[in-house]
């Protein structure tokens, strides 16, 4: 399997060559040669290992497809290894749960940190340390996060040889419970650094260090941005697992709804319809901040200032671009990167928006893709998380209500809905309160974070010095 860039510019590589980057040297994004496709054959092999071997031999099945540079035994332990019942708190790894009149919830969210972005993050951080071993090279990570991506790089990548991580986050824009989470780590290869500043500050120091070509080469700097082609396969698997765990058989057709922000949960939604999952709609949510519903419903793509993003009650879904929307506009334009270059190089740069309402394939959205659209307030996700706790005494987070408000406002009549489930809500404590009057309870296991130590530094936003902090610390 060869990959190539969206913008047509970069030679074909391997899975592992294409592993520890972010963008594709020429600004585009990696993406198959071709897609694999799934036959009802497959589907069946699949089912039954599910059933007989559970999701790790599952991940096993579907990974090999996209990645044939890991010898398949290497690749069976790494899945083996990083799909377990230690670190995802169950033996079946993702939750299956009836909510009534068709819908089910796929849960996603009982990993380390308690938010979807373990089931992609594990993975990535056992097939770093395999290459990166593989190849005798280090790896210093560089992010930012305002919530559930740091903890999820952080919990990964922990007491890993050759990776550390520096993470970046703003101070006093957390949660409680996601401060207490990341900064009491004590694993030496974890760097937390609170910057006295906002998040775009942390993204623009980010940018500031990766801007310097030679200290990034000598500091081996790298990311586990949502970009990461690594991390949409391991999406894929728990849409095959989800359609698997909701049907009885392969002649059914399930829709999935999905709480997007940077478009990474969907466009594994996408990936695996492409391969011939039966998905019949992809049910798209988003909060206020509705780049990608404002897309689906008009054809005009229009990317927000930092200003015009506002603050909600689903935060980690507060983005004012949607970083992979690309990789999807490049299968709806028949995989032209003259017309990816035209979008997304020419007219987005110049005119800060793309507009495809007149053109021929902005319908193919919905009739070749099967995606449907919608946003929800504050207002809406209080009313869902409300009624499932009465329906079903059953808690839900925010960016799940996002996603039930989804699926109740556009199911269409005999149609079966799988929700994707994307965090627990202890880590939104605040909007329960507001909804039921009540606090979510801390599961145990989380209970003695607050009473521990805090690993943490902190720094102006100032970039030289965290050149140096960094610098100091790979010695
Ligand atoms: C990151 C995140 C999302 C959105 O995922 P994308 O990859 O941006 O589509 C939704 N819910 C939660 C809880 C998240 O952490």
């Known amino acids: 399997m060869r990959y190539i860039s969206t913008r047509g510019g970069a030679e074909p590589r391997t899975f592992c060559d294409i592993l520890l980057e972010g963008l594709a040297p020429d600004g585009g994004l990696y993406l198959p040669e071709e897609y694999p496709h799934v036959t009802p054959e497959i589907l069946g092999q699949w089912r039954t290992a599910l059933a007989e071997q559970g999701y790790a031999a599952l991940a096993y099945e579907v990974l090999r497809l996209f990645i044939d540079d890991v010898p398949a035994e290497d690749l069976r332990e790494i899945c083996a290894r990083t799909y377990t019942a230690e670190a995802f708190g169950n033996e079946e790894i993702v939750s299956i749960t009836d909510l009534g009149d068709d819908v089910v919830l796929e849960g996603l969210s009982h990993g380390p940190t308690l938010a979807f972005k373990d089931m992609a993050m594990q993975l990535l951080g056992a097939l770093f340390e395999y290459e990166l071993g593989r190849r005798g090279k280090e790896l210093n990570v560089l992010g930012a996060t305002s919530g559930d991506t740091g903890s999820a790089a952080e919990y990964a990548m922990r007491g890993r040889p050759g990776i550390r991580v520096f993470m970046l986050s703003p101070k006093g824009r957390m949660s409680d419970f996601q401060r207490a989470q990341m900064y009491t780590l004590d694993d030496a290869n974890i760097h937390n650094i609170v910057i006295d500043g906002t998040f775009d500050d942390c993204q623009d120091l ?15 700097i790298g990311s586990v941005n949502s970009i990461n082609w690594a991390r949409l396969v391991a999406q894929v698997v728990y849409y095959v697992a989800g359609y698997l765990r909701a049907t009885a058989s392969n002649d059914e057709e399930v829709s999935f709804a999905v709480p997007t922000g940077n478009f990474g949960n969907i466009c594994a939604g996408h990936i695996a319809r492409q391969m011939g999952l039966p998905i019949r709609h992809l049910l798209l949510a988003t909060n206020e901040n509705n780049v990608l519903e404002e897309f689906f419903r008009t054809g005009v793509y229009r990317p927000r200032s930092s200003q015009e993003t506002v603050k909600t009650s689903s935060p980690s879904m507060d983005i ?15 995989r032209d990167p003259e017309r990816i270059l035209d979008l997304f190089a020419a007219k987005l740069v110049r005119l ?9 394939d902005f319908p193919r959205c919905g009739e070749w893709y099967g995606f449907r659209a919608a946003a929800s307030d504050h207002g809406d996700r209080l009313r869902s998380i409300r009624e499932v706790w009465e329906d079903r005494g059953l808690l839900i987070d925010p960016h799940t209500a996002d996603a039930v408000c989804a699926a109740r406002r556009l199911q269409q009549p005999g149609e079966r809905i799988v929700v994707l489930e994307t965090a627990q809500p202890v880590k939104f404590a605040e909007t329960i309160r507001e909804a039921l009057g009540q606090a979510p309870e801390v599961p145990e296991a989380y209970a003695h974070l607050a009473g521990l130590e805090r690993h943490v530094v902190e720094l102006p936003p100032d970039v030289d010095r965290l050149k140096a902090y960094i610098a100091g610390n790979i010695a």
């Open 206 to 220: 980010i940018k500031a260090v990766s801007a310097d070509a030679a200290f990034k080469r000598e500091a081996h």
């Open 320 to 334: 004012s671009k949607a970083s992979n929307f690309e990789r999807f506009v490049f299968d709806l334009v028949g």
């Open 352 to 360: 800060g928006q793309f507009d495809l309402s007149d053109d021929p």
